[in-house]
C-alpha cells in the first residue's frame, strides 16, 4: 500500500493551490483520512481530517480558508487550500487509515505519504 502525494508548490500570498493524495496497492478500505503538515524548525500538526462518511475537522488556522474533501471510488483525498498564507509554507503530508489483510487478520493501519511542499511568499 502507497500514499502518493502532489499539487505542492510556489505561490503568492492570497493564491490557491489544491493537493491531492491517492491510496494504491491492495486493502479492503479506507476510514479516516487527514492532511498534516511541518513547518521549519515546527512540529507536525495535524491540518484536516475526513472520516469515511464524510464529516471533516481542521485546525483553527485553517478555518474557512481549507477544504478537505475524498473520492473513495478513486481512493483519493484533496486539499483545496485558499487565501494561502506565508505561515501556510510547510511540507504537506497525507496520512490514512487503511483496513486491510495481513498474517494476524484483518485490521486497520496507519499509511504516510512522502510530503509535498507548499511555499506562499509575501
Known amino acids: 500500500v502507497q500514499l502518493q502525494a502532489s499539487g505542492g508548490g510556489l505561490v503568492q500570498a492570497g493564491e490557491s493551490l489544491r493537493l491531492s493524495c491517492a491510496a494504491s496497492?491492495?486493502?479492503?478500505?479506507?476510514?479516516?483520512m487527514f492532511w498534516y503538515r511541518q513547518a521549519p524548525g515546527k512540529r507536525r500538526e495535524m491540518v484536516a481530517i475526513?472520516?469515511?462518511?464524510?464529516?471533516?475537522n481542521y485546525a483553527d488556522s485553517v478555518k474557512g480558508r481549507f477544504t478537505i474533501s475524498r473520492d473513495n471510488a478513486k481512493n483519493t483525498v484533496y486539499l483545496q487550500m485558499n487565501s494561502l498564507k506565508p505561515e501556510d509554507t510547510a511540507v504537506y503530508y497525507c496520512n490514512a487509515e487503511i483496513v486491510r489483510d495481513s498474517d494476524s487478520g484483518r485490521r486497520s493501519y496507519s499509511y504516510w505519504g512522502q510530503g509535498t511542499l507548499v511555499t506562499v511568499s509575501s
Open positions: 475526513i472520516t469515511s462518511g464524510g464529516s471533516t
Open positions: 496497492g491492495s486493502f479492503v478500505s479506507i476510514n479516516g
